[in-house]
């Protein structure tokens, strides 16, 4: 189902002039892993003990914390939920919403999640390094900090997996030397500066098929489940709010091992994976009551399992969010994207408990000077409190405690366990201040229904967090025929459903474009 084409690039941020120059060879990528030191640290003062190993873990996510607003774009705008809420569309935006996205539109520019991956491959050559050099950092730290890079590099490749068909694969920190077969079939080594621009563009090379990069990504997610300890305090102290659920952890691991063994068809496995991050206590549902601190706060609750946290006290860390989502033009807000009054309204109705318990229903979305907005991002309480002008630091979440109890669910319902599928569902619901669901009175033995119900949940849940074309597309592959085009025609306009239905029955139009011309 999904037509992954994959390439090895080499390209690397890092703290050394020779990366720099190795990003003048591939300056016809530059758009693309355009290279800026992030601070003027030689490397011989650097990667020394285990604080220069926190501090370089800490700038792996500093550059993934800048794309938020393009994971809103490719995982929301195009699909159900969301539409543009200018009268005269920003064209390139509008692109998304309409879902013809063009080679040029900058909003498909994925070098952030490329310097992240970076800092991930820099930081897995220099742990051990850094461990033979101080005695305090003991071998299952080395192995968390190691994890830890490649887990996040996991999620890095997890995103762009499920978003485009051609990007380059790095797994190997090209700093200092580079590691390639060459013309005789032998894997050699060589310093990256001895090397040409020619010669390193010679050593691109595509998989051999899709399913060797799925193989990556969940092998290396496995890997990190292995290394990173349970509940692991970074730092040796206890981390604050943003710090711990800011970083990767090993309930993550098994979350996203979880939800990569759905994708590949592994149910049993998918199920037994979420046992884990259910059972820790550090990750609960949390109540109704708490559920909206964790966009409101400057950090998270208990609800959160990875996020990308912005504090706008003291170091005036932002996001965009605000700027996509609010109408409200003195807010510095551009409202270049709103909820789809005609699908939200109905899919946050709840006809069992017929009350406005559901606490997502009254702080995802409302309606704000007389327009209907996204107000995870702008709101400080589900009321109508909103944020100061030009503060946007609402936390953006990668993956959340329910993501747990919803993939669960979804791998029983695969198993045909139905009781405990609905169990897990009953979970969630009764965590967002909804009635149980009654065994007695609901078809929960029907796969349709039960189905609807779980991806409906995930829907309510993270909608307006990048979830929703990605959740269509699993949806899709897990039924065996396109769910996708029927949902997203539904958003437009009569006369224009069933032109976009037939463009996206092809699934090749699932993923954003890129110019070839970049990988020549």
């Not at 060589?190 to 990556?216: A, C, F, G, H």
């Not at 979350?255 to 820790?280: K, M, V």
């Not at 400080?380 to 609402?394: G, I």
Request: charged share 20%; net charge neutral; glycine share 4%.
């Amino acid at each position: 189902m999904l037509k992954m084409k994959t390439m090895k690039a080499i390209k690397q941020i890092t703290l050394t002039s020779a990366m720099v120059a190795v990003s003048v060879c591939l300056s016809s990528c530059s758009d693309f892993f355009e290279v800026t030191p992030s601070n003027t640290i030689e490397e011989s003062d650097f990667y020394k003990n285990r604080e220069d190993l926190n501090a370089s873990a800490i700038g792996m996510y500093e550059s993934l914390a800048q794309e938020s607003h393009k994971f809103l774009l490719w995982g929301d705008a195009r699909a159900d939920m969301v539409t543009t809420g200018q009268l005269d569309p920003d064209p390139y935006i509008n692109e998304f919403v309409v879902n013809n996205v063009s080679i040029n539109n900058p909003y498909t520019n994925y070098a952030g999640i490329y310097r992240t991956i970076a800092r991930c491959n820099r930081q897995m050559e220099k742990v051990y390094k850094v461990k033979a050099l101080d005695a305090k950092i003991a071998d299952r730290d080395a192995s968390a900090f190691y994890g830890e890079a490649l887990l996040l590099r996991a999620v890095c490749y997890y995103q762009l997996l499920r978003t485009y068909t051609t990007f380059p694969i790095i797994t190997t920190d090209f700093a200092e030397q580079i590691s390639y077969v060459n013309a005789s079939g032998e894997t050699v080594t060589e310093p990256t500066l001895s090397l040409n621009s020619d010669q390193i563009r010679s050593i691109y090379k595509m998989p051999v098929n899709q399913q060797e990069v799925w193989t990556l990504v969940y092998n290396d997610v496995l890997t990190a489940l292995g290394m990173i300890p349970v509940n692991y305090q970074w730092n040796g102290q206890a981390l604050a709010a943003k710090e711990r659920y800011g970083r990767v952890s090993q309930p993550l691991a098994a979350t996203y091992a979880a939800e990569i063994a759905l994708w590949l068809g592994e149910y049993q496995t998918a199920s037994s994976f979420c046992d884990l991050p259910i059972r820790n206590a550090n990750h609960t549902l949390g109540t109704s009551g708490t559920w909206f601190n964790q966009f409101s706060a400057s950090s998270a609750t208990g609800h959160s399992m990875f996020l990308l946290g912005y504090q706008y006290v003291n170091s005036f860390e932002t996001n965009r969010l605000q700027e996509f989502t609010s109408p409200v033009r003195a807010d510095g807000g551009k409202y270049y994207l709103k909820p789809v009054s005609s699908v939200v309204r109905p899919l946050f109705k709840d006809d069992v408990s017929l009350t406005d318990a559901d606490i997502r229903a009254q702080a995802s979305y409302k309606v704000v000077a007389g327009d209907t907005a996204i107000w995870k991002y702008i709101g400080l309480d589900n009321v109508l409190s909103m944020r100061r002008p030009y503060e946007s630091s609402a936390s953006w979440h990668i993956m959340r405690s329910a993501d747990a109890y919803l993939l669960k669910a979804l791998a029983d319902l695969m198993l045909n366990n139905y009781a405990s599928s609905f169990n897990f569902i009953n979970m969630v619901r009764e965590a967002r201040g909804l009635v149980i669901l009654d065994k007695l009175t609901f078809p929960y033995t029907n796969r349709e229904v039960m189905d609807k119900l779980i991806f409906d949940e995930r829907a309510r849940e993270f909608a307006f967090e990048g979830r929703r074309w990605y959740d269509l597309m699993l949806r899709s592959k897990l039924n065996g025929r396109n769910m996708l085009a029927d949902a997203v025609a539904v958003k437009y306009p009569v006369s224009d459903r069933e032109a976009i239905r037939a463009k996206l029955q092809n699934e090749a139009n699932w993923y954003i474009p890129i110019d070839p011309k970049k990988w020549e």
